[in-house]
Each structure stands twice: as C-alpha cells, then as structure tokens.
C-alpha cells in the first residue's frame, strides 16, 4: 500500500505541477485565426449527464489531467423553458436549435414556457426548428453524429430529427436514415427494422444510398467509404470499462470520433460533427461513480481526438460540454462530515480502482439463481465483503442500487438524487469564435451557426413550411391520410395529377392520371426530410416549387 501511494501521489503531483505551469491566457496563445478561404468546421462533443465533480474525480482516478483541463473557457446555464432542471431532449434542442423548449420535445418548440428570460409564443407549439447539422448540410457542408447510446436517444436525435415525443424513436430513427447525413455511428439497430412499429426496414434504405455498413471496429477503422454508417448494437452501445472486458468489437467512442473526422475531413466544404457520450447519464441515474468516471475519460479521449485534429487544422471550433448535470454526485458523503480535511486522497480512489466492471457490466454476469452473487460483487469492485455488506447484497431488492450504494459508501462519495439537477456546467471550448464566459445552452447554437457561415432562422423558413396551407392556396385538394397510423401521408390533389408526400421521408410521389385510364408515377427525392406534429406538416421550399 505505501509504495501504491507513493506512486500515486507523485503522479499527482507531477499533474498538479502541469496545471500550475499552464497560463490563464495559454489557451488563447494557441488559437488560430480562421484562414482565409478554407472551410471552418464545428466539432460539438456532449458529455450527458456530466457533472463537475465528475471531471474532478476522474484527473484523481487517472493520476493525471483530462485533456478537457487545457481548453476550459467558461460555464453554462442549462435550465429549459418550464424547470430549473432540464430533461435531455429539451437541453439538445436548446443546443442544437438555439431555443428552450419543454420535456421530451426534440427540434420543436415549446407548449410551456414558465421560466424567467426564456423568449417564445406558446401558440408556436410543436413547431419545428432548423438545427445546426440542418443548416450545414443546406449549405453543402458534410454532416455526422457519433453516440454510445441509440442513435434515436435525446441527444442525436436532437441535432438530426424533430418529434413531439423523445420516445418516438420510429419517427427519429426514419428521419435520420432520409436525412442522408454521412457519418451515423452508434447503436439502436433495432429501430431500423426489427422493433419498428411500422413494420417498415430500413437498412435496404441505407444500402440504397451507398452508405457502408459497418458493424465493428475493425470494419469501421477499415472502411474507406465517404459514407458511413455504424451500427454496432441492437440498443446502447457498452460502458468502455465493459467494453473492454466483454465486447472489444464495439469500437470506443474515441474510435467512432477519429474515424468520423477522418471522413467528414474529406469535403472541401468543411464539416459539422456532434459527438455525444451518452452513458455518464445513465451511471448518474443509477448512482454508479464508476460508469461516470470511467466513461467520462473514455469521452475525454474523444475531446482529445477531436483538440490533436483542431490544433493542427487551425480551422476548427470545437466545443465541449454536459447537456445537464445529474445525480448531484460529491466528493465526500454524510459520513465525512468531520475529518475530511485530513483524509487522504487514496481513500477516495483505491475503492473505485477496484472495479473491473460498471454495475450494469457485472449484474450481465450474475446468474439467475445468484449463486455467483460475491463474484459479481467482486467485479464492481466489493472484495473483502464484510457480514453486513453480504447481508445487504443477499437482502437486496434492487442490486445494481445496493451495489452502487456500497461502493460508494467505501469511496466516501455522496449523491443527492437519482435524476438531473440544475448546476451551472462547465464550458470547455477551443478553435475561432470560442465561446467563453458564462453563458446560456442555446448561445452555443448561435456561435456553431456563426461559425460555420449558416442562418438558423432562414434554414427554418426553408425547410419548415405548412404544406397544407399552402397547397389549398395552389388550389390542392390537401388531406393527411392516416389509414396507417404509422406512416401519416399528404395527398395533394388537383385536375389529373396526385402528389403523395410520407411523413419522415425525403421523397415526393407525382402521380398523374392519363385520359386512358393509366397512371404514370414519378419519384423526386429532395435534401429535406417532410415532418407532421399531428397537426400540421411541414416541408421544404423546394417541395413546394415541386407541387404545381
């Protein structure tokens, strides 16, 4: 033990040393003026349900600093436009969009709008918002998403669909696929084909436009395509600590965001990428430090990637930041309230280096008659039990809980709650036009757009017009046809000719009807996707151009 600590603590030390000899200003030294006539990319990487603690326990656990410690540049507000504490979907949309919006609305505006500051017309609800990925790929700007989580979770589907329901991954996961973007990677296979209610599979969709399919890491890190989608899990993708120890063909979330730069960096006209690394949430919910800080350095690897790709490019702005804090974990609990001033640090850390697995990676190998219940406990670190420890883990009713509550309880760390909380988070930011300073989650929207030479308002009022009012004004015959419930249509009819538009798709059907009776058919794909809220659908300019 006293050689353990010794290394250690001179590995600390020698970190500290390192962020004591970096200046305040040492950041702004590296920045790079935006080069004239090049392309300026957006590299925006969300750490879900992060929290500042988190960061800090993490530099202790690895003995050294987050790559993240050299670019922090300020705060952010994350309340929504109903609670001081935000839900995922609405922190997405704020982020991605620019506007506060309510609980489980993606892309759309709010119904609800209760807190100070926050601008709106609740009779704008469920109105559709343009978001940064949208605006870049009206530009011609190449596009991509990476998550650990389901592609069609809060966050991804925050900045590439709009829904009215966070939950409506049928919908999600069809915009996605039609928005064409070229790098997809993550999980959620099962909403392509085998989980959709609509019955429809949408792989042969993807095949259809020329994206490689990839399915590990080795075939990612092998692809060659300008178009990639990853599909490496039938949901979520794997805490890295379990990765790692049960499924190393899922590649790591700094894998997926190397390889994505990698590719999008092929387009002349520059890039946007939004990287999330969804599962530090998911630990917070369950009060699992070790899902927290292990995945949280797996995203800092990521945010490194992205920083070596920026600082040698001198063109790119990248951002990084929690969506929300959650859990309102500490550094020190109810049973520190007196001598934490002379606890040393190893009473922290030891406890959580203990563990080879998170919680959900253990409880995957408990049996179902528990009869390996101590071998379980022994992978998330709970060696040695004590009689009161077996007690309670024999006794449990919920095991990932007591499980999460006993290593805590030996790493003298503390929760508050098993949901969100509503902290100011830390801003990290590096590249022209960083944000800096304390500021609100939907100026970072503003920034990104500015950045890369995009209008949000103008994209909206491109892509998101009231088909039907518009197309009774052409003269149209405008119905929704919902005969199948999943797979809401517009049909526009006037004199012989028929236009059929799905919702979620990009393609427009002209049916025109000859005087003998027989019916000539064409399809036109467009760079938008239709949306209906159930009461109105929406689509672009040029499909409006289209219907005459």
């Known amino acids: ?177 039609y928005r064409n973007m070229d790098v997809v990677l ?85 890039f946007f990428l939004m990287v999330e690394g969804s599962k530090i949430d998911w630990a917070a919910h369950a009060n699992d430090p070790i899902g927290m800080i292990t995945d949280y350095i797996a995203f800092d690897e990521a945010v490194k990637e992205a920083l070596d790709f920026a600082k040698d490019d001198g063109n790119t702005l990248v951002i990084a930041v929690t969506d929300h804090a959650n859990s309102g974990i500490t550094i020190g609990n109810t049973f520190t309230t007196s001598g934490y001033d002379k606890m040393d640090i190893t009473n922290y850390i030891n406890p959580l280096r203990e563990a080879k697995m998170t919680v959900e990676g253990a409880l995957s190998q408990l049996k179902e008659d528990r009869s390996n219940l101590e071998e379980v406990a022994a992978l998330y670190g709970l060696t040695n039990l004590s009689a009161e420890e077996r007690t309670a883990l024999q006794q449990s009713k919920n095991l990932g809980q007591t499980m999460s509550q006993l290593l805590s309880k030996r790493a003298n760390i503390g929760f508050t709650t098993g949901g969100h909380t509503g902290d100011d988070v830390f801003l990290y930011s590096f590249g022209p036009n960083r944000p800096t300073g304390l500021v609100e989650n939907t100026d970072l929207a503003r920034i990104m757009a500015e950045t890369l030479n995009v209008n949000l308002a103008e994209t909206t009022a491109t892509l998101f017009n009231d088909a039907q009012a518009a197309l009774t004004q052409k003269g149209f015959d405008v119905t929704i046809d919902t005969t199948d419930a999943h797979n809401p249509a517009l049909v526009a009819t006037k004199n012989n000719v028929t236009y059929i538009l799905d919702e979620n798709k990009n393609t427009v059907q002209k049916d025109r009807k000859l005087a003998n009776g027989r019916v000539l058919s064409m399809t036109k794909t467009f760079n938008s996707v239709h949306f209906y809220n159930d009461e109105t659908f929406y689509v672009s300019e040029d499909v409006l151009k289209f219907i005459q």
């Open 186 to 270: 993550g999980g959620g296979v099962e909403s392509l084909h085998e989980k959709r209610q609509d019955g429809e599979n949408l792989l042969p969709v993807l095949e259809k436009q020329k994206y490689d399919v990839v399915t590990t890491r080795d075939e990612l890190l092998a692809s060659t395509s300008d178009k990639i989608w990853g599909a490496f899990a039938p949901s979520a993708m794997l805490y890295n600590l379990d990765r790692q120890a049960l499924n190393s063909e899922q590649p790591s979330i700094a894998d997926m965001t190397k390889k994505a730069i990698d590719t999008l960096n092929q387009d002349e006209d520059g």
């Open 1 to 177: 033990m006293k050689n353990y600590q010794k290394q250690f603590g001179a590995s600390l030390i020698a970190a500290a040393l390192c962020v004591s000899a970096v200046p305040a200003s040492a950041n702004d030294d590296v920045q790079k003026e935006t080069k004239a006539n090049e392309p300026t990319n957006v590299i925006m990487l969300v750490m879900d349900g992060s929290s500042d603690n988190v960061s800090t326990l993490a530099r202790w656990y690895k003995g050294e600093n987050n790559a993240m410690d050299e670019i922090l540049s300020g705060a952010v507000r994350t309340y929504s436009a109903e609670s001081a504490i935000t839900d995922s979907a609405p922190a997405a949309t704020a982020l991605a969009t620019g506007f506060k919006s309510n609980s489980g609305f993606v892309g759309v505006l709010p119904a609800k709008i209760t807190m100070p500051n926050v601008q709106g017309d609740e009779a704008d609800a469920y109105k559709p918002v343009a978001n940064v990925l949208e605006a870049a790929q009206q530009r011609g700007i190449a596009t991509g998403i990476v998550s650990t989580s389901e592609l069609q979770h809060a966050t991804p589907a925050g900045f590439s669909a709009h829904a009215k329901s966070r939950s409506n991954y049928n919908d999600i996961a069809e915009q996605q696929v």
